[in-house]
């Protein structure tokens, strides 16, 4: 991936070619670039690449309506999250119903933390579990 990014100047651009490499190596739905107010609690939604015609999801997200304070703290503490069907195991109702108003059946998040906080995220869904 390096060599394709080397001779790029903006992060659209760099946004762009990193989230074609990850629709090649995962083929999801959609991909998001995610950006975290210094508490965490905010998710700033500021680059997606889609390859099916779903809701967008763009702009300012309250965290807490998506997760639970428990997910939360593990992404936090720099692992994972992977989320094969948004109906089946550790999301309530509601953060499901909150997934699906985005055409959004399945995830993966994975955190970038830095001095112990939460800063980005990149995240891939899918509209099939």
């Not at 998710?43 to 702009?59: D, H, I, V, W």
Request: net charge negative; proline share 5%.
């Amino acid at each position: 991936m390096q060599a394709a990014l080397d001779p790029l100047t903006s992060s659209d651009q760099i946004a762009a070619i990193a989230t074609e490499k990850v629709f090649a190596w995962l083929q999801p739905a959609r991909c998001n670039l995610i950006q975290f107010t210094s508490e965490g609690q905010i998710a700033e939604l500021f680059y997606q690449n889609t390859r099916k015609r779903l809701p967008r999801s763009m702009g300012s997200h309250q965290v807490f309506d998506f997760v639970d304070e428990e997910t939360l703290a593990e992404v936090r503490s720099d692992r994972p999250l992977s989320v094969r069907d948004i109906h089946e195991g550790m999301l309530s109702a509601e953060e499901a119903k909150r997934y699906a108003a985005f055409g959004t059946r399945a995830f993966l998040v994975v955190p970038y933390v830095t001095e112990g906080e939460l800063r980005f995220a990149l995240s891939v869904d899918d509209d099939q579990p």
